[in-house]
């Protein structure tokens, strides 16, 4: 979960901003990022196009700040990130825009309930036109959108093969502590039961046919060895 929510983070949150924004927003944005003050979110997905951003269905208008308005789903970061590059239709065309956490009409009301990765949030937000300032030219969120998503999915593989590779080293460790212990139990139960039948030999007075009686049935059913 740490591995995803560093990877959007950096690859897809800050690095766009980087590759795209105007010295004034790298100069105001990517510090605290880089630095670990505060985390950024890539928000594209929608319910109802998935990471398509020619078919999505939020827009932006052309007042002045443009104001943001639509639903994302599946954002990594979504209930803590301070920054998010929010993809919207702009004159029927996508454009990445920045939106920061706490702005007029921005929301993330729910958070997933995943079967894993619970370190890491994947939230829905709820932009209800929101102020938004562009990221790089107009109707360039496709080449953006693509850059970004395909460096998020390369460092989100490795930090799920990582994760996978972890699993397998705590299990192999379980493992090995496991029979070494079963290991040693045994060991005590065959120590006890030889030094028992140590003890018994060394004070028996009979013969082991009269310590051990055998029926008559029993004799009949062994083999003849003679």
Request: with cysteine.
């Amino acid at each position: 979960g740490v591995g995803v929510t560093v990877a959007v983070h950096t690859s897809a949150g800050t690095l766009p901003i980087l590759a795209n924004g105007t010295q004034e927003q790298v100069d105001r944005f990517v510090p605290p990022l880089a630095q670990g003050h505060e985390l950024a979110a890539f928000a594209l997905t929608e319910s109802g196009s998935g990471s398509d951003a020619g078919a999505m269905r939020t827009h932006a208008d052309h007042g002045e700040p443009q104001r943001i308005t639509g639903t994302k789903q599946w954002i990594t970061n979504g209930s803590y990130a301070h920054t998010f590059i929010v993809f919207a239709q702009d004159n029927g065309r996508p454009s990445a825009f920045l939106v920061r956490r706490g702005a007029e009409g921005f929301s993330a009301p729910r958070e997933e309930e995943k079967m894993g990765l619970h370190s890491s949030s994947t939230a829905d937000l709820v932009l209800e036109r929101t102020p938004a300032e562009r990221l790089g030219a107009p109707g360039a969120g496709m080449r953006g959108d693509q850059a970004a998503t395909a460096q998020g999915l390369v460092q989100r593989g490795m930090g799920a093969q990582q994760h996978r590779m972890g699993i397998v080293a705590v299990l192999r460790a379980q493992r090995h502590t496991h029979t070494h212990v079963r290991l040693q139990a045994v060991t005590a139960v065959v120590q006890r039961l030889l030094q028992t039948s140590a003890s018994l030999w060394a004070t028996a007075t009979e013969p082991v046919s009269e310590l051990l009686p055998i029926s008559s049935a029993t004799k009949q059913l062994r083999p003849n060895c003679a």
